[in-house]
């Protein structure tokens, strides 16, 4: 069961420039989409939210957009910091359908900021 | 800032033997979640509970595990006979009333079962 799928397991980027993490789903009753981020021996911490109404939506360095024909997202980290290294995982639920709100994850990619 | 608890950090157990794994949400919260995360594998949904009863449950979920929420603080996940694949990081979760409102997540349980 691959709702939600996160085909890159790694990424390494250099301090300073954008990173790219991206998300595909098949369930198009999502319309909640989270991004978490989390370090190891730790619980994933909560980074940046979008609902299906919206298309992008932007917190400080972190910007998510949401391409719902495609159904795909994208979290874009601009700059990158060293200490954005960890792994990312998207989350996603039915929000609208499903009061519980359980979320369905993606499988995580590795980030790995160098200085 | 208000925070997810759990507790212990690690449980180590032995196959077939009962297992409590204990949480305490953010206080004003009323959603509450357990996940599991095998090594190497992603995050899966085990539970939700809301108001004193589960709202919904995974297959995983089978008639081994139990939630309670027995004082009004604490949140529980019961594991009765504990077999090998249940060795994971379980993870406790709460919300708010929406269900827009982010989880957040506590730092997680390592079971190890032998």
């Known amino acids: 069961d691959q709702q939600v799928k996160q085909n890159s397991p790694s990424l390494s980027v250099q301090e300073g420039r954008i990173s790219i993490l991206n998300c595909d789903y098949t369930?198009?009753?999502?319309?909640?989409f989270l991004w978490y981020k989390k370090y190891p021996a730790e619980g994933p911490t909560f980074l940046i939210s979008?609902?299906?109404?919206?298309d992008k939506n932007e917190d400080g360095r972190f910007t998510v957009f949401l391409n719902k024909s495609a159904k795909h997202l994208s979290l874009h980290i601009v700059p990158s910091q060293p200490g954005d290294s960890a792994v990312y995982f998207c989350a996603a639920s039915e929000a609208l359908y499903n009061q519980g709100g359980k979320l369905i994850f993606g499988q995580g990619t590795e980030l790995s900021v160098k200085p | 800032e208000p925070e997810v608890t759990q507790t212990p950090s690690h449980q180590v157990t032995q196959m077939g033997q009962e297992v409590i794994l204990r949480c305490v949400p953010i206080?004003?919260?009323?959603?509450f979640y357990w996940y599991r995360q095998i090594l190497g594998q992603k995050v899966e949904f085990l539970v939700s509970f809301y108001n004193n009863e589960i709202s919904e449950k995974s297959e995983i979920f089978d008639d081994q595990f139990s939630v309670e929420r027995p004082d009004g603080s604490n949140f529980t996940l019961k594991i009765r006979s504990t077999k090998l694949e249940d060795s994971a990081m379980y993870f406790c979760a709460s919300r708010g009333l929406l269900s827009t409102d982010t989880q957040y997540f506590g730092p997680g349980t390592r079971l190890t079962v032998l």
């Open positions: 369930n198009s009753m999502f319309d909640y």
């Open positions: 979008i609902s299906s109404i919206k």
């Open positions: 206080s004003n919260h009323l959603y």
